[in-house]
């Protein structure tokens, strides 16, 4: 059991790690590179809580960064049909596990089943996927042009 505990939490390190590989945008402009900061303090805030043996629910309002990040990649038109299911997931998961929605016995059941780290998994599988994938929407928000090294390819 133990095993499969430090193998999980490397397999985190592992995907923070690729998806912050400073090498891969060394060429885009400045102002992506700011979005992309902002990311990857969304990607680490994740990890962190993932990766800690003590959570409480006061440390998951870090969980916003991500959210921020991500809410215009699931809002706006040319949205990716991927990351909106992953925030939608996130969502659900952590939304419903709330007394007021579900009684007490059931979130309780789904506190102890995970429900809020299963949702900070898919916020960070989703972040990790906005930082990893050519995104013209942060370069278009912006003001910008996407990025010269990226293809800009149909996000549906």
Known sequence: QRAVTVGLQVLVLAILAWACLPRRFRES??????????????AVACAMLLLSPMSSKSHFCILLVPALLLAPAVVRPGRHLLLTLL??????LSGIASRGVVGRW??????????IAWG??????????????????AA?????????NSSVSDNR
């Open 29 to 42: 402009p400045v102002e992506y590179r700011s979005w992309r900061r902002f990311g990857e303090a969304g």
């Open 140 to 148: 278009r928000n912006l003001g910008g042009e996407p990025a010269a």
């Open 106 to 115: 059931m979130t309780n059941r789904l506190l102890a089943a995970g429900a």
């Open 87 to 92: 925030v939608a997931g996130d969502v659900g």
């Open 120 to 137: 900070t998994l898919l916020l960070l599988a989703a972040t990790v996927r906005l930082l990893t994938r050519p995104n013209p929407l």
